[in-house]
């Protein structure tokens, strides 16, 4: 069986190659456009980068010299949810056109852009996980739900259920540290609480918010591979009977 085993990994692997390698061969259609360059340039340097900086620069902040360094890594934290928030509003800005077409047809527009591309590639590969034995396919579901559900776990160790309170924990403590900051500020210039508490839950939340969309896409992965796979059984099945 270890070889079944092997060629039902190998389809896997197949699959997983054949979309990446649509979704550069996509990607790279629209890397000439200037709304991709906006887009990418603001994901990067408006989002990702600030909050980068902000924690390491953050520690500096311990040393009384560099206490301003503190203000720096809120500014930039709060530069980060700024952009997290209107980057969806950007998004329809520059990509309009498009949103025209999904509201003149919405359902068939997503379809469109969302589903052909996995379809045309899990037919493709449909019948070579038909060809393997009832065993190995009910094996490779156990092990690909297995390992779903360690995934779940292991994000939800980490960052809680953060999908179901999004980034709001993070922007109340930027709210927090800002309300202070502002009192700070008006008063004779000394920092008169601590909040390194605050700065730290608004910076954890916002990294933990892209570890968590990166564990979600990973287990809608392995939820089409299992929805595939039970596919392959039942197609295989049907031919039996």
Same mark, same amino acid.
């Not at 456009?33 to 994901?43: L, N």
């Not at 980057?87 to 949103?99: A, F, K």
């Given at each position: 069986?270890?070889?079944?085993?092997?060629?039902?990994?190998? *389809? &896997?692997?197949?699959?997983?190659?054949?979309?990446?390698?649509?979704?550069?061969?996509?990607?790279?259609?629209?890397?000439?456009?200037?709304?991709?360059?906006?887009?990418? #340039?603001? /994901? !990067? =340097?408006?989002?990702?980068? @600030?909050?980068? &900086?902000?924690?390491? *620069?953050? @520690? /500096?902040?311990? *040393?009384?010299?560099?206490?301003?360094?503190?203000?720096?890594? !809120?500014?930039?934290?709060? +530069?980060?949810?700024? +952009?997290?928030?209107?980057? @969806?509003?950007?998004?329809?800005?520059?990509?309009?056109?498009? *949103?025209?077409?999904?509201?003149?047809? $919405? /359902?068939?527009?997503?379809?469109?852009?969302?589903?052909?591309?996995?379809?045309?590639?899990?037919?493709?590969?449909?019948?070579?996980? &038909?060809?393997? $034995?009832?065993?190995?396919?009910?094996?490779?579901?156990?092990?690909?739900?297995?390992?779903?559900?360690?995934?779940?776990? %292991?994000?939800?160790?980490?960052?809680?259920?953060?999908?179901?309170?999004?980034? =709001? $924990?993070?922007?109340?403590?930027?709210? +927090?540290?800002?309300?202070?900051?502002?009192?700070?500020?008006?008063?004779?210039?000394?920092?008169?609480?601590?909040?390194? !508490?605050? /700065?730290?839950?608004?910076?954890?939340?916002?990294? =933990?918010? =892209?570890?968590?969309?990166?564990?979600?896409?990973?287990?809608? %992965?392995?939820? #089409?591979?299992?929805?595939?796979?039970?596919?392959?059984?039942? #197609?295989?099945?049907?031919?039996?009977?």
């Amino acid at each position: 069986m270890t070889q079944e085993i092997d060629q039902y990994l190998q *389809i &896997v692997a197949d699959i997983e190659q054949a979309y990446k390698t649509a979704v550069k061969e996509n990607r790279e259609q629209h890397q000439s456009s200037k709304a991709y360059k906006i887009d990418t #340039r603001v /994901f !990067w =340097f408006g989002m990702i980068a @600030p909050s980068i &900086v902000a924690v390491l *620069i953050a @520690p /500096f902040s311990l *040393i009384a010299s560099l206490s301003w360094t503190a203000y720096v890594s !809120w500014g930039l934290i709060g +530069v980060s949810y700024l +952009v997290l928030l209107i980057y @969806p509003l950007l998004g329809m800005w520059l990509y309009r056109d498009s *949103i025209r077409k999904v509201l003149t047809a $919405p /359902f068939a527009s997503l379809m469109q852009a969302n589903v052909k591309t996995i379809m045309q590639i899990d037919a493709q590969y449909l019948p070579k996980l &038909v060809s393997l $034995p009832c065993d190995t396919l009910k094996l490779g579901i156990v092990e690909l739900k297995n390992e779903r559900s360690a995934l779940e776990k %292991r994000t939800h160790l980490v960052t809680g259920a953060i999908e179901k309170i999004g980034i =709001f $924990p993070g922007l109340l403590a930027l709210a +927090v540290g800002l309300t202070a900051l502002s009192k700070t500020l008006s008063s004779a210039g000394i920092m008169t609480a601590r909040l390194d !508490w605050v /700065f730290a839950l608004a910076g954890a939340n916002i990294i =933990f918010y =892209f570890m968590c969309a990166y564990s979600q896409i990973m287990m809608s %992965r392995y939820e #089409r591979m299992v929805a595939l796979t039970e596919l392959a059984i039942e #197609r295989k099945n049907s031919q039996s009977s």
